[in-house]
């Protein structure tokens, strides 16, 4: 089974390029399951529309992950309650709207994709490590495949998750910080690992915004009102080659830019 991962989606340049390099590039790799992070998707790259999200699913992507702009738009708690292909992070408070995991058939196989948020640096979450416990204790009743969105932003909380991990799921993906990262490998006990995944959207921004304004905020140390780069763009992603075991076999990170 072959697993293609796409990093944060940002902004409408974000969007507009996905549904320009996807096609052919599902074309050429043929995955069987495509998910991406869409938390950036919105015109302001802050959360996400039901008209980015259905953007994305007529690209080819079939499950959308979350993080922390989850609640950034009015309309996503009506969306996260109708919409079983977008996951928010599980461990947010108890009894939040929508699903902090969910299964997809592919090929006859039951896959699980999770969606965690992490603490440092982030805010105010369960613990990561308890939840994937007791997500993975339900899920492995029923499948061996689970893809994991390990929302975070420091690399030491997402590799030690990979590590807690390894073995028990399929994946673990980093996503949030939007620098594509060059570790992807296979963890010793067949669990597939990177940092993070990076960013599809606006290139020559700093993580998406536009430069100008966040060399004014470091130098002045003043707030800025934030506003996504139009320029050049880029595509983020990762594809994940398993077993009949849903065990990573290989992994290839992939970066397409104008």
């Known amino acids: 089974m072959k697993v293609l991962f796409i990093g944060d989606i940002t902004g409408q ?12 590039l599902i074309a050429s790799l043929k995955p069987d399951l495509v998910i991406a992070n869409g938390e950036n998707a919105a015109i302001n790259g802050r959360g996400i529309t039901e008209q980015a999200v259905e953007h994305l699913y007529d690209s080819g992507i079939e499950i959308v992950t979350l993080g922390n702009h989850v609640w950034d738009q009015k309309e996503t708690q009506q969306l996260l309650e109708g919409d079983e292909r977008i996951v928010r992070p599980a461990n947010m408070y108890p009894g939040a709207p929508g699903r902090g995991y969910v299964f997809c058939d592919v090929n006859g196989q039951k896959v699980a994709i999770i969606n965690v948020i992490g603490r440092t640096y982030m805010g105010l979450y369960d613990c ?6 007791e997500i993975l204790e ?17 690399t030491s909380e997402k590799l030690a998750m990979g590590y807690y991990l390894d073995g028990k799921v399929s994946a673990v993906i980093g996503t949030h910080t939007h620098v594509q990262t060059a570790d992807d490998r296979v963890l010793p006990h067949g669990t597939a690992y990177l940092t993070d995944v990076g ?8 993580l998406g915004v536009k430069k100008d304004l966040i060399i004014q905020r470091f130098i002045t140390q003043r707030p800025v009102r934030f ?15 398993l077993n009949n075991k849903g065990q990573a076999i290989s992994t290839e990170r992939i970066f397409i830019a104008e």
């Open 199 to 206: 960013m599809t959207g606006p290139r020559n921004g700093v």
């Open 227 to 241: 506003e996504l780069d139009q320029g050049a763009r880029q595509f983020n992603a990762i594809l994940i080659t």
């Open 128 to 133: 990561p490590f308890r939840i994937m416990d």
């Open 13 to 24: 340049s974000g969007v507009t390029y996905v549904r320009e390099v996807l096609p052919s």
């Open 138 to 154: 339900e899920i492995h009743k029923c499948t061996s495949f689970c893809i994991v969105d390990f929302h975070a932003e420091v």
